[in-house]
């Protein structure tokens, strides 16, 4: 409501009018006169009023069909009826169709003013209600986004954590430094191409960085050993599925990632391990990590060998579609060139991050 409080006065008889007119401008209102519905409704379409007087008998139709113009156009403006004695009933209808009061001729001065300052009351409160309701909407707004920025923030020191994990696992195994963060550059880079959402990308690159954490449970005697493992050596270094994904299901953040860890050694024809599962039996992150591992195992130093070119890697995986890997996952990753590999590889050489991969766009 402005400074100035401007009030529609509508009434065909013109000593009226001119009574209700001069009233209000003695109380430093603002009256508009208007003469009939027509000229009401046009007075509307061109200025904002703070309240409306209505006459219900009006010469070219009613104030209950001003008063639903004014609920639908302008429904934070009250509207007051004035009516005859004989017309009570219709005003009463009128209130139950939304105005906000109504007066009956003749009527005193102090009625007709308690009964403006009540609707101008009443408009206030409407749009005080409506200010408060605004900027409830902007602090919930704003504590959402805050919230969701808080979260995504913790999301990303759990990312950065996870990483610097993968980096101490690096180190227990000599022969692999560097391989947790190539591997899961790969598999996000995988992963996105075979169209997976963001939320799926992140699950598998989580368990990716943590695929081999189960190591840590691996005695240094057989995980360092620099000569062929027996055996029994075998089979303790197969248990580090199991015991990964022991260690990474207890966390509530990290469960689904959990499936990867414990099935990341799993081959698509069933003769992996742990479980010895096939197929679409294997989670879906574990057949795509799967084949990543591989990439980088090929494409890497090893003690025993030099890295190999990522086009015998593509060979390889190739060659062990069907058995070893997901045929499917291998269609997408033999559409995709090998400099996007070798420059991927080479971005991480001297960023030191994937972290960067997971922010990126997914979908």
């Not at 009030?7 to 009256?31: A, N, W």
């Not at 009463?92 to 101008?120: C, N, Q």
């Not at 081999?212 to 691996?218: E, F, H, L, N, R």
């Amino acid at each position: 409501m402005g400074s100035v409080v401007r009030i529609l006065v509508v009434d065909d008889e013109p000593h009226i009018r001119t009574m209700l007119g001069t009233t209000l401008s003695r109380q430093g209102y603002e009256p508009v006169l208007a003469s009939s519905r027509t000229e009401a409704t046009e007075l509307l379409d061109r200025q904002d009023f703070d309240l409306v007087l209505s006459d219900i008998v009006l010469r070219d139709g009613t104030g209950i069909s001003l008063l639903d113009r004014v609920r639908i156009h302008h429904p934070e403006v009250p509207v007051v009826m004035v009516t005859a004695i004989q017309d009570v009933s219709v005003a009463i209808t009128a209130m139950r169709k939304g105005a906000h009061d109504y007066l009956i001729k003749p009527f005193e001065r102090d009625a007709l003013l308690t009964t403006v300052r009540s609707a101008l009351d009443y408009r206030r409160t409407l749009l005080d209600n409506a200010v408060y309701k605004q900027n409830l909407e902007d602090v919930v707004k704003a504590r959402t986004e805050l919230l969701h920025s808080a979260m995504q923030d913790l999301e990303r020191s759990y990312d950065i954590t996870l990483e610097a994990l993968g980096d101490a696992l690096d180190l227990k195994d000599s022969e692999t430094e560097g391989h947790s963060k190539r591997v899961t550059a790969y598999t996000i880079a995988l992963a996105r191409f075979m169209g997976l959402s963001s939320e799926q990308v992140k699950i598998i690159a989580r368990g990716a960085f943590l695929h081999d954490i189960g190591k840590m449970a691996i005695p240094d005697v057989i995980l360092r050993k620099p000569a062929k493992l027996t055996a029994a050596e075998q089979q303790i270094m197969r248990e580090h599925c199991e015991r990964g994904y022991n260690i990474v299901r207890k966390i509530p953040f990290l469960a689904e990632a959990a499936d990867i860890v414990f099935s990341h050694q799993e081959f698509y024809n069933g003769t992996g391990y742990p479980r010895g599962i096939r197929g679409e039996e294997i989670p879906l992150g574990a057949r795509i990590f799967a084949l990543a591992d591989t990439l980088d195992a090929i494409t890497s130093d090893r003690p025993y060998r030099e890295a190999r070119t990522f086009d015998i890697a593509r060979q390889e995986i190739l060659r062990c579609s069907g058995t070893q890997f997901d045929p499917t996952v291998v269609e997408v990753f033999i559409k995709i060139p090998n400099e996007l590999w070798i420059e991927l590889r080479s971005e991480l050489n001297r960023t030191n991050s994937t972290i960067s991969a997971l922010d990126g766009p997914a979908d």
